[in-house]
């Protein structure tokens, strides 16, 4: 899919719903399928990631009903109920939040021999983290020494809890978390650095789980103990309202409320920033939803210092760098990311290739493997000046350009746009109803 945006965006005062979460609707599938009895999910995201990890979960074994768009119904069967075929392909597309997590379930699931595979892109995201955790409740994964996929993994014989120290992904906590469930004995997770926790608020009610917060959080998961059925309503989705705020932030005489996104300490990162460097952002008709904090976000336009982001926001955050980058080259003065190392890891190099496309339009970045400066420039012109992406296989990349491209009337050109479909398949839609103006050609 070809995507062209060449035309400056109009001022604007709308009231949106952004796309539901990816993250929590990943894991309420998972959970949902692995608990016992009838668990009911509604406003969940279609996205790509979403509909490729229902194609895995069935393969498994676990019967999925669609009631009507966004509303599923999960015949859970209990822990270790997973069964499918030996060597069973699962495709998990583009999606490092459910390759992780049902890796998690599989690796203490007893009797699992499955492939593992993805696309392009998710094929060249490092899997050593998570195949070291599994292989410590008993898990094994061939070729050894491998850690692309497509791998193939077979599950525990007999799977004992273990003692894990947690780092900045919250993807392996929660593979973690999900595999100590059908593990016998205790799991214990020390968390220094706290990664987003909709895992953890997902199994709230159960006996389970229990957590003590402090400078470190110590979960402890009690395995083998019955989970129950959730029912929960997918609210939006903060990482994609981000794009839409930072659209209204640098646009002239704009107002935008976000309704229903959620508010979770471990997801505003791009938020606090803003705020912090005299962004207009306002969380109104604050209420609890599903254990998470839901608000509707106010916007308006607003003159923004330049961006001084340090590495204490980054796990709170990882997916609005690449739209921070496009904001910093249309601030005043030099931006600087610092200890943004691990974004090396995600659906691309993230830092590497939102420098490319800088570069195409004059504005000047500095990177090393830990920090990114960027020199902005609010008087840019864009005559004569185009961007060109193609092959990036990343959904939070293209987004970017496409808001920088409104902001500024720089033409774009971009390929491969499907991506974006896998997090935020209303992004174009929404973008229209803003005022937006794009063609979407044939590739």
């Known amino acids: 899919m070809h995507v062209v945006f060449q035309k400056k965006i109009g001022r604007f005062n709308k009231i949106v719903y952004p796309d539901s979460d990816k993250s929590i609707t990943i894991r309420t599938f998972i959970i949902g399928s692995i608990s016992e009895g009838v668990s009911k999910v509604s406003n969940a995201l279609e996205g790509t990631d979403s509909l490729a990890v229902i194609a895995c979960l069935r393969k498994l074994g676990v019967e999925i009903n669609k009631i009507k768009k966004g509303k599923y119904e999960f015949l859970g069967k209990g822990l270790g109920s997973f069964h499918c075929k030996k060597n069973t392909v699962l495709d998990f597309s583009n999606s490092g939040t459910g390759a992780r997590l049902i890796q998690g379930c599989c690796a203490t699931n007893p009797n699992i021999q499955v492939k593992l595979t993805g696309d392009k892109s998710l094929s060249k995201r490092s899997m050593k983290k998570i195949i070291k955790v599994m292989e410590e409740f008993g898990a094994e994964y061939f070729p050894k020494n491998k850690f692309h996929f497509p791998l193939t993994l077979v599950s525990s014989e007999l799977p004992v809890g273990i003692k894990h120290v947690a780092g900045i992904s919250s993807q392996i906590k929660s593979a973690t978390i999900l595999a100590g469930l059908n593990a016998f004995g205790k799991t214990t997770i020390i968390e220094k650095i706290k990664s987003r926790d909709h895992t953890e608020r997902k199994l709230k009610h159960n006996s389970a789980i229990k957590i003590k917060k402090g400078e470190k959080n110590i979960i402890e998961i009690k395995g083998k103990k019955a989970l129950e059925p959730i029912n929960i309503s997918v609210p939006g989705d903060p990482s994609t309202a981000s794009f839409y705020a930072a659209l209204c932030l640098l646009n002239k005489d704009s107002k935008i409320i976000l309704k229903r996104v959620h508010i979770n300490p471990t997801r505003i990162g791009f938020f606090n920033i803003i705020r912090k460097h005299n962004g207009k952002i306002s969380f109104k008709n604050k209420r609890i939803e599903s254990n998470e904090i839901v608000a509707d976000v106010h916007v308006k336009s607003s003159k923004i210092k330049k961006l001084k982001i ?134």
């Open 310 to 443: 340090g590495g204490k926001f980054f796990v709170s955050c990882q997916d609005e760098y690449p739209i921070m980058f496009a904001m910093a080259a249309l601030l005043p003065g030099t931006s600087t990311f610092s200890k943004i190392a691990d974004l090396s890891n995600k659906e691309s190099p993230r830092a590497h290739e939102m420098k490319k496309i800088l570069n195409q339009i004059g504005i000047r970045c500095k990177l090393s493997k830990n920090e990114m400066k960027v020199y902005g420039d609010p008087n840019l012109s864009v005559h004569g000046k185009k961007i060109r992406v193609s092959g990036v296989l990343d959904h939070r990349i293209l987004m970017s350009v496409s808001i920088l491209s409104l902001l500024t009337g720089v033409k774009a050109n971009l390929k491969n746009f499907e991506q974006v479909y896998s997090s935020c398949p209303n992004f174009l839609s929404t973008i229209s109803s803003l005022g937006g103006k794009f063609e979407i050609k044939k590739n």
